[in-house]
């Protein structure tokens, strides 16, 4: 589980905050990811990098920025978050995003919009 | 459209009884499916996974989902259940459609495993 880790582990923000998470991945991998954890809810996929490269972004609102300066490391930028907001935000890696390779998932960001 | 249904919200389960986690998928191609673990206050953690072969696939900790195309299931098992099996299970599947690795996962199962 060392593989994948993500900081803040928790975070409480007001909706005029601006704040970032940050995923890092020690597996060599080429591929990350953002999900989105809400409870009752299945798992969303946020974005896709390949290479830091954005290859998926699956309709997220734009007060979700995210940002891949290189193959190891992942942000995703917070700014005018809504209470609806308020989830667990877990990053993932793999190999490669095109073919059927394991996802490795980090423990996440409980995240609190106020 | 791609998806997975966990018709179970919860399941509860006697230490050393056998376990079953249902899960359905819908897919339009060949369907890959995952089964994760998540424990409390972690990040999801990998079990197994069907891509082609044997319909009974044989992961981490003990566990085992078994293929069925006729039934478009997947579910998970496992002969004897631990109380430290207790956790969420998420079922998930995957195709090709949209080029990148998207799995759509499940709402979950929460299992617990009482002692």
């Known amino acids: 589980e060392t593989g994948v880790t993500q900081t803040p582990r928790h975070l409480v923000m007001g909706m005029t905050n601006k704040k970032s998470l940050k995923c890092e991945q020690h597996?060599?991998?080429?591929?990350m990811y953002w999900y989105k954890q809400s409870a009752k809810k299945p798992l969303e996929l946020m974005f896709v990098y390949s290479l830091e490269e954005r290859v998926e972004n699956n309709s997220v609102p734009s007060r979700f920025s995210p940002e891949c300066p290189n193959s190891s490391h992942l942000f995703l930028h917070l700014h005018t978050l809504q209470p609806e907001d308020s989830a667990l935000y877990l990053c993932?890696?793999?190999?490669?995003?095109?073919?059927?390779?394991?996802?490795?998932f980090g423990p996440g960001t409980r995240l609190t919009v106020l | 459209a791609q998806s997975v249904a966990q018709p179970e919200d919860q399941v509860n389960v006697a230490e050393g009884n056998p376990l079953t986690v249902k899960c359905t998928y819908s897919?339009?191609?060949?369907?890959?499916l995952f089964w994760y673990v998540q424990y409390p206050n972690r990040g999801l953690q990998f079990l197994l996974k069907?891509?082609?072969?044997?319909?009974l696939v044989k992961g981490s900790y003990g566990f085992e989902a078994e293929f069925n195309k006729s039934q478009t299931s997947f579910h998970l098992k496992k002969p004897s259940a631990l109380v430290s099996d207790s956790a969420l299970y998420f079922c998930a599947v995957r195709d090709r459609i949209g080029g990148a690795n998207n799995l759509f996962f499940g709402t979950g199962t929460r299992l617990t495993v009482i002692p």
């Open positions: 993932a890696s793999s190999q490669e995003p095109y073919n059927t390779d394991t996802q490795y």
């Open positions: 597996l060599g991998h080429n591929a």
């Open positions: 897919v339009s191609g060949n369907p890959y």
């Open positions: 069907y891509i082609t072969g044997d319909n």
